[in-house]
């Protein structure tokens, strides 16, 4: 059984082999996409067209720091902060800081313990 502790270990090292397959075949096995979606939820099978469609972008800083640039299916665009794990698209606001249903919950928790 998972518990809160272990669900982002087990997340972590999923978007490790996630990596290390993609480098390796330039795509994801239907095997990986099943993973994804029983640990992060649907939203993961929607990250991914977001990564196909090439609409998200990594800013770097010179000073080193980051963020994600996600134009949504709607055209609007949204800030994804890895720094402190948030993003401004209306999914993130509902799912994670209204509803606290989401994986992220955990991350968020314990970052801010």
Do not use: W
């Not at 800013?59 to 402190?84: D, F, H, K, M």
């Amino acid at each position: 059984m998972l518990t809160s502790g272990t669900l982002p270990v087990v997340a972590e090292e999923l978007l490790k082999k996630v990596k290390q397959v993609y480098q390796e075949l330039s795509q994801l096995t239907d095997d990986l996409l099943l993973a994804l979606k029983f640990v992060f939820g649907p939203a993961a099978l929607h990250a991914l067209e977001l990564v196909d469609r090439r609409s998200v972008t990594l800013i770097q800083s010179p000073s080193g720091r980051s963020l994600y640039q996600v134009e949504g299916s709607s055209g609007q665009v949204y800030y994804c902060l890895c720094s402190c794990l948030y993003c401004s698209c209306p999914a993130f606001m509902y799912s994670v800081l209204r509803r606290n249903d989401n994986i992220m919950n955990v991350g968020i928790s314990q970052a801010y313990i």
